[in-house]
């Protein structure tokens, strides 16, 4: 799947002071490397985040394109786009955003259960990639009884439910020890090799030595690192 950006930018208004908007993501154009990891580098504030969840398919953005295999994915209806998204677009989002009252399984699950029913393929699968990232001996466990590394574990494994092309993570290491920090960065390389399109905001250091490409993102802005 072939993942570019033409010309987008995302403006958000201020409420107070000075100008009455300012840009969060200046016009950028980038296309996504496939069955590769790309990591992009930058402080807080400086769009990251941003730039990520459009490209995902969360935020629409103020100008430009998004588009999947030629398709603009802003031009579809949002139930549409939700389907879309669910289907070919993992997301793990920054810190911890596991269902409290369902178990690992069933977070892992989720994804494919929301469009179809549960069946023995998909019980299957998601104990693999429970078992992939090392945690098969958690699925019955509740989301309050893993630790941090465990819960990013446990994201992934949800992300990858509907083995999706493009794989986005915003923070994927925040908050995780040095260890479980290697764990996570490859479980990605891992995840790259086999045929996913992985994009990561961090920033980690440790990242760029499992990143095919790194970049770097400054006041809005996207560059080579």
């Excluded at 980038?30 to 069955?35: K, P, R, V």
């Excluded at 994915?73 to 879309?84: G, N």
């Excluded at 289907?87 to 955003?97: D, E, F, H, R, V």
Aim: net charge negative; with cysteine; aromatic share 6%.
């Amino acid at each position: 799947m072939r993942l570019k950006a033409e010309k987008i930018c995302k403006k958000f208004n201020r409420k107070t002071g000075g100008a009455s908007y300012f840009y969060a993501v200046n016009e950028t154009d980038f296309e996504l490397a496939e069955s590769s990891l790309t990591a992009v580098y930058g402080r807080s504030g400086g769009g990251k985040t941003t730039f990520l969840n459009m490209l995902g398919g969360l935020l629409k953005p103020s100008d430009g394109k998004v588009l999947v295999d030629g398709t603009d994915i802003y031009a579809m209806p949002d139930r549409e786009l939700s389907k879309f998204r669910n289907k070919n677009i993992g997301i793990i989002p920054q810190g911890s955003t596991a269902i409290p009252a369902l178990t690992v399984l069933e977070n892992v699950m989720l994804p494919r259960l929301m469009y179809s029913k549960q069946d023995d393929s998909s019980l299957e699968y998601a104990m693999e990639l429970l078992e992939k990232v090392g945690i098969s001996n958690l699925s019955e466990a509740m989301p309050n009884e893993l630790s941090g590394g465990e819960l990013r574990r446990m994201a992934i494994a949800r992300a990858l439910m509907n083995k999706p092309s493009v794989l986005l993570a915003d923070e994927p290491t925040g908050d995780l020890d040095d260890e479980n920090t290697a764990l996570v960065l490859s479980l990605l390389r891992d995840t790259a090799k086999e045929g996913t399109s992985v994009f990561i905001v961090t920033h980690e250091g440790e990242a760029e030595n499992y990143a095919d490409i790194a970049l770097k993102m400054d006041s809005g802005t996207l560059k080579n690192k």
